[in-house]
């Protein structure tokens, strides 16, 4: 059967509904990656279009409630189709090679733009809607409804009870924001329905659909809906299916003054339904013209009276399915359903056996007003439903094609049988049933099948052909064969002949073998016992040679004579490979009896090569893995492996016997002081012959001890800061050493410098001075590990320079004011410890005799000072000190002396 398809808008619009095309069609569209979000539902009707919807994720739609709801855009898409080639065998092949959607599309901005549930007075109003279900629904959104399951969480019970409605109410999901009606199409038009959720863009989603009376359109196949197992009106709610499609499997055969068109129910229970309802089919022309036919089943007087007259068997047959009383005697719910899914089976035989039978079976339609070489397109529905799915359509051209007879017909010969087989691929597009007949004397045929063989295979199986199998009474007599295909019209094919004969393929006894020896260098014997009874077709001996039990045997023999009984064999032996022998009893077919298989030993003192390219890695947990290249010596048994500590050392076998594959996986202890760990690897054959040591493999062993830390010495002051010295680390691996500071009490370290591995001093110069820090160092090894710290040493560094003092002092007596008046000179330090520290000026004075006293503390940064506690007649002495905020003073300034005028 040859579909062809029907370049039309129409029947575009169609396939791309029911997901034929929709691929193609998506794919031209910018943006259009399916990540699908939502499960989106469309149906059209003649007038609407109906949109349903529900989110994947049942939290998705709690927030898209809460947050805005949806808005629903339409978009209007039109298609250009690209035109059709012509097909090998002359015939037109109208195949819709590219759908692409036009750059310009009119897209409606928004026909909803908040979709949401309605609110809470509308819902009570409106609770008895659907038997009451409108009312749970209130309660779940406004209400305090309380599941019947109290193990159930509020949310897991509201989207259960949504998912509920979606299959049992669904023109309700309209009024909680998941559905809506649109009224504004035209018929025969394509349209995108693009769902947006407000709240959040970016989970957006579409539905395809045409508005075809029957379309439907899905963004997901076989979609299930997963529920908690909440009980909703006494009836249990879990894993409910969404329903799908009816689904109908047709086929066509075009006749140029007729096409006839049959179809079958995927099911029973969809079989018994079209008996019921009858279906519709719909023709499409490539004019754009539909044109509606309405089959249903003969009924009982019809198919009676139609029986008086045929000798339809098969149509008599499948009158006692529509009309016989099938279920007498049946007491049980199972034998009644048994014999229902049998009657289905045997419908679906019938139909396809006969067409009288399918025709009163209303399975089949013959549609006389077509034109020749024209394209149409048949779809098929139940009568009272407006489902269809991709299997309901059946697109033909109206260009008659002879069936040609049955594709690579083959024979293979077996004992007393001759198996046929054709093959499934090439043959299976035109037929389904076959007939074989044989001729003995290649002319007289007769059928050697009593009904029309059907040829069928388990699931999983994929066969590449059918095989029949043929039992014969002679052997090596020819036969000739033929085999007709029969197609679901029934039609028959021609005839493909052949011919074939059955051979004997039962072999004598076999011998019993004795083992094999080497009697020289280059000379076996083989012998053994006589077979007893030997068959009348026994015609004598031949000794083989393997070098596996398993593997291959090749005669090195000339057919020995049926006495015979031993075997003298020359040949240079090899000593790298093996020497299997047995011996087969031959008969005059050629059918070998062969013993089982004896090993011959080889004088062999041939040792394998030493093994090559040893190489091995130690992982972080100790595994060692050693592999090296795996010898090619025929006879190679296995290998041994050895270990040392040291090269020098004596080599420990490592295996308790023979290894037979090229790797060893060791396991080593780390914390020890040998760094390096050695392997060498020993070859052994079958005859213990063993090879020289490998070359030693040497290893080094993760480090995962880490150093010994340096012994740190007491920090001493300098001038240039903070000298530290220490001893370095006992470890050899040592690479850095760190130094670390922290001031007195603090909890955490800084680094502060860093060393090779042979450093021993460092001076901190950034020390801040009379501040009194901790110290402590750790040592680095090559593999990152670190020593543990030294015990902290405290260190200061201390403030010795010596500031230079104030200098120019005078001091001038005021005889009117009876006052002192000091002057100086101060150049501020600039010592880094002073850095930024405020100071101050204080004056000591004495007079007379006396030692100097502490006069006055000046803040003031002025370089004078005027006395006004002066007694007349006195001889006074100054001098002045600089004090900084740290408590650091300067030298005292040179003295300056003042005489005070007498009074008299």
Same mark, same amino acid.
């Given at each position: 059967?040859?579909?062809?398809?029907?370049?039309?808008?129409?029947?575009?619009?169609?396939?791309?509904?029911?997901?034929?095309?929709?691929?193609?069609?998506?794919?031209?569209?910018?943006?259009?990656?399916?990540?699908?979000?939502?499960?989106?539902?469309?149906?059209?009707?003649?007038?609407?279009?109906?949109?349903?919807?529900?989110?994947?994720?049942?939290?998705?739609?709690?927030?898209?409630?809460?947050?805005?709801?949806?808005?629903?855009?339409?978009?209007?898409?039109?298609?250009?189709?690209?035109?059709?080639?012509?097909?090998?065998?002359?015939?037109?092949?109208?195949?819709?090679?590219?759908?692409?959607?036009?750059?310009?599309?009119?897209?409606?901005?928004?026909?909803?733009?908040?979709?949401?549930?309605?609110?809470?007075?509308?819902?009570?109003?409106?609770?008895?809607?659907?038997?009451?279900?409108?009312?749970?629904?209130?309660?779940?959104?406004?209400?305090?409804?309380?599941?019947?399951?109290?193990?159930?969480?509020?949310?897991?019970?509201?989207?259960?009870?949504?998912?509920?409605?979606?299959?049992?109410?669904?023109?309700?999901?309209?009024?909680?924001?998941?559905?809506?009606?649109?009224?504004?199409?035209?018929?025969?038009?394509?349209?995108?329905?693009?769902?947006?959720?407000?709240?959040?863009?970016?989970?957006?989603?579409?539905?395809?659909?045409?508005?075809?009376?029957?379309?439907?359109?899905?963004?997901?196949?076989?979609?299930?809906?997963?529920?908690?197992?909440?009980?909703?009106?006494?009836?249990?709610?879990?894993?409910?299916?969404?329903?799908?499609?009816?689904?109908?499997?047709?086929?066509?055969?075009?006749?140029?003054?007729?096409?006839?068109?049959?179809?079958?129910?995927?099911?029973?229970?969809?079989?018994?339904?079209?008996?019921?309802?009858?279906?519709?089919?719909?023709?499409?022309?490539?004019?754009?013209?539909?044109?509606?036919?309405?089959?249903?089943?003969?009924?009982?007087?019809?198919?009676?009276?139609?029986?008086?007259?045929?000798?339809?068997?098969?149509?008599?047959?499948?009158?006692?399915?529509?009309?016989?009383?099938?279920?007498?005697?049946?007491?049980?719910?199972?034998?009644?359903?048994?014999?229902?899914?049998?009657?289905?089976?045997?419908?679906?035989?019938?139909?396809?056996?006969?067409?009288?039978?399918?025709?009163?079976?209303?399975?089949?339609?013959?549609?006389?007003?077509?034109?020749?070489?024209?394209?149409?397109?048949?779809?098929?529905?139940?009568?009272?439903?407006?489902?269809?799915?991709?299997?309901?359509?059946?697109?033909?051209?109206?260009?008659?094609?002879?069936?040609?007879?049955?594709?690579?017909?083959?024979?293979?010969?077996?004992?007393?049988?001759?198996?046929?087989?054709?093959?499934?691929?090439?043959?299976?597009?035109?037929?389904?049933?076959?007939?074989?007949?044989?001729?003995?004397?290649?002319?007289?045929?007769?059928?050697?099948?009593?009904?029309?063989?059907?040829?069928?295979?388990?699931?999983?199986?994929?066969?590449?052909?059918?095989?029949?199998?043929?039992?014969?009474?002679?052997?090596?007599?020819?036969?000739?064969?033929?085999?007709?295909?029969?197609?679901?019209?029934?039609?028959?094919?021609?005839?493909?002949?052949?011919?074939?004969?059955?051979?004997?393929?039962?072999?004598?006894?076999?011998?019993?073998?004795?083992?094999?020896?080497?009697?020289?260098?280059?000379?076996?014997?083989?012998?053994?016992?006589?077979?007893?009874?030997?068959?009348?077709?026994?015609?004598?001996?031949?000794?083989?040679?393997?070098?596996?039990?398993?593997?291959?045997?090749?005669?090195?023999?000339?057919?020995?004579?049926?006495?015979?009984?031993?075997?003298?064999?020359?040949?240079?032996?090899?000593?790298?490979?093996?020497?299997?022998?047995?011996?087969?009893?031959?008969?005059?077919?050629?059918?070998?009896?062969?013993?089982?298989?004896?090993?011959?030993?080889?004088?062999?003192?041939?040792?394998?090569?030493?093994?090559?390219?040893?190489?091995?890695?130690?992982?972080?947990?100790?595994?060692?893995?050693?592999?090296?290249?795996?010898?090619?010596?025929?006879?190679?048994?296995?290998?041994?492996?050895?270990?040392?500590?040291?090269?020098?050392?004596?080599?420990?076998?490592?295996?308790?016997?023979?290894?037979?594959?090229?790797?060893?996986?060791?396991?080593?202890?780390?914390?020890?002081?040998?760094?390096?760990?050695?392997?060498?690897?020993?070859?052994?054959?079958?005859?213990?012959?063993?090879?020289?040591?490998?070359?030693?493999?040497?290893?080094?062993?993760?480090?995962?001890?880490?150093?010994?830390?340096?012994?740190?010495?007491?920090?001493?002051?300098?001038?240039?800061?903070?000298?530290?010295?220490? !001893?370095?680390? /006992?470890?050899?691996?040592?690479? *850095?050493? %760190? +130094?670390?500071? #922290?001031?007195?009490?603090?909890?955490?370290? &800084?680094?502060?410098?860093?060393?090779?591995?042979?450093?021993?001093?460092?001076?901190?110069?950034?020390?801040?001075?009379?501040?009194?820090?901790?110290?402590?160092?750790?040592?680095?090894?090559?593999?990152?590990?670190?020593?543990?710290?030294?015990?902290?040493?405290?260190?200061?560094?201390?403030?010795?320079?010596?500031?230079?003092?104030?200098?120019?002092?005078?001091?001038?007596?005021?005889?009117?004011?009876?006052?002192?008046?000091?002057?100086?000179?101060?150049?501020?330090? !600039?010592?880094? /410890?002073?850095?930024?520290?405020? *100071?101050? %000026? +204080?004056?000591? #004075?004495?007079?007379?005799?006396?030692?100097? &006293?502490?006069?006055?503390?000046?803040?003031?940064?002025?370089?004078?000072?005027?006395?006004?506690?002066?007694?007349?007649?006195?001889?006074?002495?100054?001098?002045?000190?600089?004090?900084?905020?740290?408590?650091?003073?300067?030298?005292?300034?040179?003295?300056?002396?003042?005489?005070?005028?007498?009074?008299?």
């Amino acid at each position: 059967m040859i579909v062809k398809r029907i370049n039309i808008i129409l029947i575009c619009l169609l396939l791309v509904v029911i997901n034929l095309s929709s691929q193609e069609i998506t794919d031209t569209l910018e943006d259009d990656v399916r990540n699908s979000e939502y499960f989106i539902e469309a149906v059209a009707f003649e007038d609407s279009i109906n949109i349903f919807w529900l989110p994947l994720n049942d939290e998705d739609y709690i927030y898209e409630f809460e947050l805005g709801g949806y808005q629903l855009v339409r978009t209007e898409l039109q298609l250009n189709i690209i035109d059709s080639t012509l097909a090998d065998d002359g015939l037109y092949d109208y195949l819709i090679d590219t759908l692409i959607l036009e750059n310009t599309r009119k897209v409606i901005p928004s026909i909803a733009d908040t979709l949401q549930p309605k609110d809470s007075l509308w819902m009570a109003n409106n609770a008895n809607l659907e038997e009451g279900f409108m009312g749970v629904l209130g309660e779940l959104f406004y209400g305090e409804f309380d599941p019947s399951n109290e193990e159930v969480s509020g949310l897991a019970s509201t989207i259960n009870y949504i998912k509920y409605g979606y299959e049992t109410h669904p023109d309700l999901m309209k009024y909680i924001g998941l559905g809506y009606t649109d009224k504004d199409i035209e018929p025969y038009k394509f349209y995108r329905y693009e769902l947006v959720p407000l709240f959040y863009k970016g989970n957006k989603d579409y539905v395809d659909i045409a508005n075809f009376p029957f379309a439907q359109g899905r963004n997901l196949e076989n979609y299930k809906v997963e529920y908690e197992g909440v009980e909703i009106a006494a009836t249990e709610t879990s894993n409910l299916t969404l329903p799908e499609a009816d689904q109908i499997a047709s086929f066509a055969r075009a006749y140029e003054d007729s096409i006839v068109v049959k179809w079958m129910p995927s099911s029973a229970e969809l079989w018994s339904k079209g008996l019921e309802s009858g279906y519709k089919v719909f023709k499409l022309s490539t004019d754009g013209s539909i044109d509606t036919f309405q089959v249903k089943k003969w009924d009982e007087d019809k198919y009676r009276s139609t029986a008086d007259v045929t000798s339809d068997s098969v149509f008599i047959a499948a009158g006692m399915l529509l009309y016989g009383d099938y279920q007498a005697g049946l007491t049980t719910l199972k034998e009644q359903s048994d014999a229902y899914q049998n009657r289905y089976a045997y419908a679906a035989f019938t139909m396809e056996l006969s067409e009288l039978a399918a025709t009163g079976m209303g399975l089949r339609l013959v549609d006389n007003d077509v034109s020749k070489d024209s394209l149409y397109s048949y779809i098929i529905q139940f009568q009272d439903s407006n489902l269809i799915n991709l299997e309901g359509i059946e697109d033909i051209q109206n260009t008659y094609v002879p069936l040609t007879k049955p594709m690579d017909f083959k024979a293979q010969s077996g004992e007393y049988s001759i198996i046929l087989s054709i093959d499934k691929e090439t043959n299976e597009e035109q037929f389904t049933y076959y007939n074989i007949e044989r001729a003995d004397d290649g002319v007289n045929f007769k059928r050697i099948n009593n009904k029309p063989i059907l040829f069928a295979e388990e699931d999983g199986l994929n066969l590449d052909k059918y095989d029949y199998s043929d039992s014969v009474a002679v052997l090596y007599k020819p036969y000739t064969y033929r085999i007709q295909g029969i197609n679901s019209f029934g039609e028959v094919s021609p005839w493909a002949t052949l011919e074939a004969q059955a051979i004997d393929l039962t072999p004598p006894p076999a011998p019993s073998l004795e083992f094999p020896t080497q009697i020289e260098t280059n000379r076996a014997s083989i012998k053994w016992q006589a077979i007893e009874d030997a068959p009348e077709d026994f015609s004598g001996y031949v000794v083989q040679e393997g070098n596996k039990y398993d593997g291959e045997f090749v005669d090195i023999s000339p057919l020995l004579p049926t006495t015979q009984t031993s075997y003298e064999y020359e040949r240079d032996f090899d000593m790298t490979r093996s020497y299997y022998y047995q011996v087969a009893a031959v008969d005059v077919n050629g059918n070998y009896g062969s013993s089982f298989p004896m090993y011959m030993h080889i004088i062999d003192s041939i040792p394998p090569a030493p093994p090559e390219n040893v190489k091995g890695e130690i992982l972080e947990d100790g595994t060692v893995i050693v592999s090296w290249d795996h010898g090619d010596e025929p006879d190679l048994a296995g290998y041994r492996v050895y270990f040392a500590n040291d090269r020098e050392d004596e080599f420990t076998q490592l295996t308790d016997s023979l290894s037979f594959i090229n790797l060893h996986q060791d396991s080593l202890a780390l914390d020890v002081l040998a760094d390096s760990i050695y392997y060498r690897i020993e070859a052994e054959d079958e005859r213990f012959n063993r090879s020289e040591y490998s070359e030693i493999l040497a290893l080094t062993r993760p480090d995962v001890i880490p150093p010994v830390a340096p012994v740190l010495y007491t920090p001493v002051s300098i001038p240039e800061g903070i000298k530290l010295t220490w !001893d370095k680390s /006992a470890s050899t691996d040592v690479v *850095y050493n %760190y +130094v670390y500071r #922290r001031v007195e009490g603090a909890d955490q370290w &800084e680094t502060i410098d860093s060393t090779d591995a042979y450093g021993v001093m460092l001076i901190d110069s950034t020390a801040e001075y009379e501040v009194i820090y901790e110290y402590s160092l750790r040592a680095k090894d090559d593999v990152d590990l670190y020593s543990v710290y030294t015990m902290p040493l405290v260190g200061r560094r201390y403030f010795e320079a010596n500031l230079e003092a104030v200098k120019d002092i005078s001091a001038s007596y005021n005889e009117d004011d009876n006052a002192i008046q000091l002057q100086w000179v101060y150049d501020v330090s !600039d010592h880094p /410890a002073l850095q930024g520290q405020d *100071y101050r %000026y +204080v004056i000591y #004075r004495s007079f007379d005799d006396q030692p100097l &006293e502490r006069l006055i503390q000046r803040v003031d940064k002025s370089e004078n000072f005027t006395d006004n506690d002066i007694e007349e007649g006195r001889s006074y002495k100054y001098a002045i000190q600089v004090l900084y905020e740290s408590g650091k003073k300067s030298g005292m300034s040179n003295e300056a002396i003042v005489q005070t005028s007498d009074e008299n």
